[in-house]
């Protein structure tokens, strides 16, 4: 063990997940603090990979929390029905009831079974997300994710010449609605206005282009409804196809972390009745798209 009880760097084992994106970083306990060399390298694989898994873990709530806080700023989600009573920070997905411990029979959040970008209708989208699977189906409930660098990068140039300076508004209530998500209050409306992002997106960090689109998106800024809902469901297709995929099997104990500015991600269902799926999610606030 390392001095302090600290994480120690030689203990670090990065091993890609897929061809597509994703690696698993073995050898780490989240529960403990991480010194700084050590998170520069996650960081490091975290920009190269787009997303960690980090298997195994067994982390409080304020050791999420703390982990998470690494990464900058914690956002607290406007749907205050899926906070956390004791850690507004963390959002919870679950389909166990905390009074009897039974299952409820419902999909927790139909809103997460789109294709989407976390956040994508704030003025300040997420950086990352981290999704930690404390009990996970034994079939289903899998989560699917685009690598929207690659996405772009094999559009017909003639596309990219199109879709070059549009801009997509994005809304959750229009999004939830669609995705048949109960309705939001009339203060959740007033708290989330539409706002409008490039769909052409250079990421901070690594200064590549992606493509930024989600199932949040209303309309494209300039374009007529239907030509602008017509643009959206082809690049909407292209950037889901499977050569662009990484799908995650959730293991109970599992941490991941994805990139919200060059990942799409969407669950699949799962039986809500027979199968039990709790998950505890925190989200890193990122900066306005450009
Ligand atoms: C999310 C989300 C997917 C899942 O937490 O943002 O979309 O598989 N979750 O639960
Ligand atoms: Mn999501």
Redesign the pocket.
């Known amino acids: 063990m390392a001095a302090h009880g600290m994480v120690s760097e030689r203990t670090l084992d990065i091993v890609p997940l897929s061809a597509v994106m994703g690696a698993e970083i073995r050898g780490i306990d989240l529960s403990r603090p991480i010194d700084d060399a050590i998170f520069t390298r996650i960081l490091d694989a975290f920009h190269r990979h787009l997303l960690l898994c980090f298997p195994g873990q067994h982390l409080t709530e304020v050791q999420h929390v703390a982990f998470s806080r690494r990464f900058g700023d914690l956002q607290i989600h406007v749907l205050e029905q899926y906070r956390h009573p004791v850690h507004p920070e963390i959002?919870v997905?679950s389909n166990v009831d905390p009074k009897t411990g039974k299952t409820t029979g419902r999909h927790p959040?139909r809103g997460?079974l789109v294709w989407?970008s976390?956040l994508s209708f704030q003025r300040r989208p997420a950086l990352a997300?981290l999704?930690y699977g404390i009990d996970v189906p034994r079939t289903g409930?899998?989560?699917l994710f685009a690598n929207m660098y690659a996405a772009y990068e094999a559009l017909p140039e003639a596309t990219k010449r199109r879709i070059a300076g549009l801009r997509g508004a994005h809304d959750l209530d229009y999004s939830r609605q669609r995705a048949g998500a109960p309705p939001m209050t009339e203060q959740q409306r007033r708290e989330t206005p539409t706002v409008d992002h490039p769909i052409v997106r250079t990421h901070p960090e690594t200064g590549r282009k992606l493509l930024y689109i989600s199932h949040h998106i209303c309309r494209i800024e300039g374009l007529p409804i239907d030509a602008g809902a017509a643009l959206l469901d082809e690049l909407m297709a292209h950037a889901t196809d499977k050569r662009f995929v990484y799908h995650h099997r959730w293991r109970r104990g599992d941490v991941v972390i994805w990139d919200n500015r060059c990942t799409m991600?969407?669950?699949t269902p799962y039986d809500a009745t027979e199968e039990r799926r709790v998950?505890h999610?925190t989200v890193v606030k990122g900066d306005v798209p450009v």
Do not use: K
Request: net charge negative.
């Open positions: 959002y997905l959040d997460t989407h976390d997300t999704l409930g899998d989560t991600h969407c669950a998950m999610r």
